[in-house]
């Protein structure tokens, strides 16, 4: 594979917000790389079947593949089930179809490269993480085939049960992460200067330019209907029953949260979460995670979602691993117009100018983050307050495509994972349309391009020095493939 082009936009833009691990493969590569990331792939016996055989091993001896084996890396073996699996599964859930071999055996060839470079550097990765990148892969295929049957998922990756799928994606899963892991650890170090952002800019012909997409900066006001105090004192009184029958009868919490929870990301797995300080959780969650020690239960608290009461079943050091079950207390239809109304006579009096935008998001909004500021909604990932639109929740998107500079939509009625409906409203601050990059307005953006490239020319870089120090044998059948000329 050659060293990707500073000038080649396309494929650099392509690799915005995708995890390095993919950065250095060309674009249909890396979207192949991520559905080999959920195809199951069955090795039971290929250790046992190379050991006997001794085939694929450096020796003094003549080397060879056995038969089905396309190729082997350090101590990775592809077989040439797997390439035909994962052509089918691109072709399948992303409706790929013109991948050929031998981007598949590159993509797959790169990634066992820096599993295996990550096993020798001595990079280690979590059983936890692991199990829990692979109950959301699960979780997904259940929501896109609208099914709770785990024997339809097991069908669907042509395994006889749900364990033996867990058992293959938790091995891929393994060496994406190792490949992940090797590949932040070679560019940890890689930084990037304004002469050099600048630099990598002017090398772009204008024809070249990249495109942006409309973008825009706006402020919400959210509001969400209030059960009254009955409720809500059900729901306290349910928690600490639930609390006091683990503490005394020796009842098992993750039980309980898998038969009444109201999450319904985590009932199925007994309410089990992983998080440290830093994870993306409401501060109140947060602050109840930390606060008590291994073994103990929370009192319930409130957070924006209902009510929990939350358990500490480990800590790793910096990370928790608890079990929290959240209940939502019943709000009546009668509440939830309460507020419908009470956002709708706001809109009235900021259209008729009695108040500011962000004087009422302050005055209203029920959501802290954006209420403190106005409204304004920033990026988490520029820290600024633009975003493109393409970006946003289809809902959200199609009512701000019809919306310019200085508008107030209508009144907008969402509902939580849990079920819970709220209702906000926002104000278009400033709308980009689509163009042609700019140096002065897009220097975010052109600088995490340069950045991204530096980066992958810096793991191109690695990977051609490694490709010598690695064991590799590549089936015939892949000869005439240029692509993987450097990998011979």
Known sequence: MTLLPVIN??????VLGVIIVFAMAKTVTAQTTRMQ?????????LQETIAALDSVK??????????????VIGDYVILGSDIVTAKEQAK???????????????????EKMYAHHAIQDSITIGDREIEGRTEGQIQYFKNALQTDDDQKIADFYKKDNITQVREALNRVNRDGLLA???????????????EEVRDFFKSIPVEDLPLFNTEVEMAQIVVYPKPNQEEINLVINKLKEYKADVIDNGADFAAKATL???????ERQGGILELQRSSPFVKEFKDQAFSIQEGEISEPFETMFGWHILYVEKVKGQIRQVRHILLTPYISVAQIQKAKSELDAMRDRIILKEITFGDAAREISDEERTAQNGGKIINPNTGTGRMEITRLESDMASTLQFLEKGDISGIIEEKSRTGAASFKMVYVIDKV??????????YLKIKDLALKDKQVKAINKWRNEKIDDTYIKIGPEYNDCDILNAWN
Not at 58 to 71: D, Q
Not at 92 to 110: N, P
């Open 37 to 45: 990331e959920l195809v199951a792939v069955d090795q039971k016996n």
């Open 433 to 442: 349309p689509d163009h042609k990059a700019n140096y002065s307005n897009d």
């Open 180 to 194: 992940q892991r090797m590949q932040e650890r070679i560019t940890e170090q890689v930084e990037i200067t304004p």
């Open 58 to 71: 450096p020796s003094s001896k003549k080397r060879f593949l056995i038969e089905g084996v396309a190729g």
């Open 260 to 266: 009444y929870s109201d999450d319904s990301g985590t």
């Open 9 to 14: 936009l396309k494929s650099i833009i392509k």
């Open 92 to 110: 399948r859930q992303a409706g790929i179809s013109d991948i050929s071999s031998c981007e598949l055996m590159e993509s797959l060839l790169s």
